[in-house]
Each structure stands twice: as structure tokens, then as C-alpha cells.
């Protein structure tokens, strides 16, 4: 029969395997997500920018409801 202070060790052993695996995963989606936030923030500033610059050309192409 095995010793069981082995099969402790051997189980704890997987256990910190799959620990250390699931910290890069999150460290990756972290990372990913923060990617994600980046773009959403250029696009918004872009898009806020686009806004400003129609509202600069309707007036001009007599394009406004007032």
C-alpha cells in the first residue's frame, strides 16, 4: 500500500498545478479585458469627436431641425 504522506503530497502537488494554471488564465483574461476596455475607450472618444463634427456640418448643409 502507498504511504499516504505521498498521496498527500502528490495531491497537493496537482492542486497547486491547476492553481498556478488557473492564475494565467485569469492573468490572460485580464489582460484581454483590459485590451477590450482600450479599444471601447478610443472608439468612444472618436465617436464623441465624429458628434461634434456633424453637429459643426448641419448647421452649414442646413440640415437641422430648429
Keep these: ?3 499516504p ?3 498527500v ?3 497537493l502537488r496537482h ?3 491547476a492553481i498556478d494554471d ?6 490572460q483574461i485580464k489582460q484581454r479585458v483590459g485590451n477590450l476596455e482600450n479599444q471601447y475607450a478610443n472608439m ?3 465617436l ?3 458628434d461634434v463634427r456633424i453637429e459643426r456640418i448641419e448647421p452649414r448643409l442646413d440640415l437641422t431641425d430648429a
Excluded: K, P, T, W
Design 22 to 27: 488557473v492564475r494565467d488564465d485569469i492573468r
Design 15 to 17: 492542486v497547486r498545478g
Design 1 to 3: 500500500m502507498a504511504d
Design 5 to 7: 504522506e505521498n498521496i
Design 48 to 50: 464623441d469627436r465624429m
Design 9 to 11: 503530497l502528490e495531491d
Design 44 to 46: 468612444s472618444n472618436r
